[in-house]
Each structure stands twice: as C-alpha cells, then as structure tokens.
C-alpha cells in the first residue's frame, strides 16, 4: 500500500486547511485510515482514525476543530482542520492498517500555524 498525502501549508491562527491521503495499491475492503502528527522535539501521535465503516475517534486537543472523513470508493482519507492553534503545528502523517494489522505510512505533509 502506498500512501500519498496532500494540503499542507502555512495558516494563520484561526484559519482552516483540509488534508487529503491517497491510498493505492493492495487494498482490503476492512481497514483504517488516519492521521497522526509529530511536532519538532515530541513523540508522533494519534489525530483522528476512521474506519472503512465510518467510525472515527480524535484526539481531545482537536474535538470540535478537526474532522475525518474518508471516500472509500477513492481510497481516499481527509481531515478538516478548523479553528487552528499554534500548537497544532506538526508533521502530518497520514497512515493505513489492513485487516491483518499491517500499518502503512505516507510521506508527511507540514502544517505550520503562524502569524
């Protein structure tokens, strides 16, 4: 499975930008995408998940700012990101697992919130 994410940048605080993640390759029907971040000096965490049912779970620091959608017939995940802080500047890594556990990364976009 490759992985290829897409809509990072530069925002001011306040501001919004949707990323996007395509998945290629060998696909299963069941499986899970989502994002996760790494900031300069800090561990990668968890974002948001969603499910190829429609389930999804966030992290608390992004509840009610962020949303993870997904079209599975474009293999394809996104997160909205709204109301953005500067503490949400990171890394941006978009990941796959299949059915059998198998995880998958793509490359990593950079969002910066700055003034």
């Known amino acids: 499975v490759q992985l290829q994410a897409y809509g990072g940048g530069l925002v001011q605080p306040g501001g919004s930008l949707r990323l996007s993640c395509v998945a290629s390759?060998?696909?299963?029907?069941?499986?899970?995408m989502g994002w996760y971040r790494q900031a300069p000096g800090k561990q990668r965490e968890l974002v948001a998940v969603?499910?190829?049912?429609?389930?999804?779970n966030y992290a608390d620091s992004v509840k009610g700012r962020f949303t993870i959608s997904r079209d599975n017939a474009k293999n394809t995940v996104y997160l909205q990101m709204n109301s953005l802080k500067p503490e949400d500047t990171a890394v941006y890594y978009c990941?796959?697992?299949?059915?059998?556990?198998?995880?998958?990364w793509g490359q990593g976009t950079q969002v910066t919130v700055s003034s």
């Open positions: 990941k796959h697992r299949n059915f059998a556990g198998t995880a998958y």
């Open positions: 390759g060998s696909i299963s029907s069941m499986n899970v």
């Open positions: 969603i499910s190829s049912g429609g389930e999804s």
